[in-house]
């Protein structure tokens, strides 16, 4: 049973940087997908990114990209996502998700997921 813990959520002010981590225990990392998703208050989750097993490829929602980056150390059992020049937009809470084997087209979707951690908290306040 795979288990996962985000953490990294903070306080920050628009146009900082901020890189949040995600660490599976239980299991190892490397047999599944991990991806990234975020929920705003009063919004539905939303896929943020997706890196495959190897890390090799990873994809991020269009509207995202450029400024949205996933990575991942396998030997540590760790995702990361760093966010560069955060906006108001991007607040709400962030989640970790894994599924076997590979991203997949529809890695956006949340039904693709066999296991989730409960979240990080992103605030972006002057």
């Known amino acids: 049973q795979l288990r996962i813990v985000e953490s990294g959520g903070a306080l920050v002010q628009p146009g900082g940087s901020l890189t949040l981590s995600c660490t599976a225990s239980?299991?190892?990392?490397?047999?599944?997908?991990m991806s990234w998703f975020r929920q705003a208050p009063g919004n539905e989750r939303e896929g943020v990114s997706c890196?495959?097993?190897?890390?090799?490829?990873?994809d991020v929602i269009d509207h995202l990209q450029g400024r949205f980056t996933i990575s991942r150390d396998n030997a540590k059992n760790t995702v990361y996502l760093h966010i560069n020049n955060l906006r108001l937009t991007d607040r709400g809470i962030y989640y970790c998700?894994?599924?076997?084997?590979?991203?997949?087209?529809?890695?956006?979707?949340?039904?693709?997921?066999?296991?989730w951690g409960q979240g990080t908290p992103v605030t972006v306040s002057s």
């Open positions: 998700a894994a599924r076997p084997p590979e991203c997949g087209s529809s890695w956006w979707s949340e039904w693709e997921y066999d296991y």
């Open positions: 239980g299991s190892t990392l490397a047999l599944y997908a």
């Open positions: 890196i495959s097993t190897n890390g090799r490829n990873t």
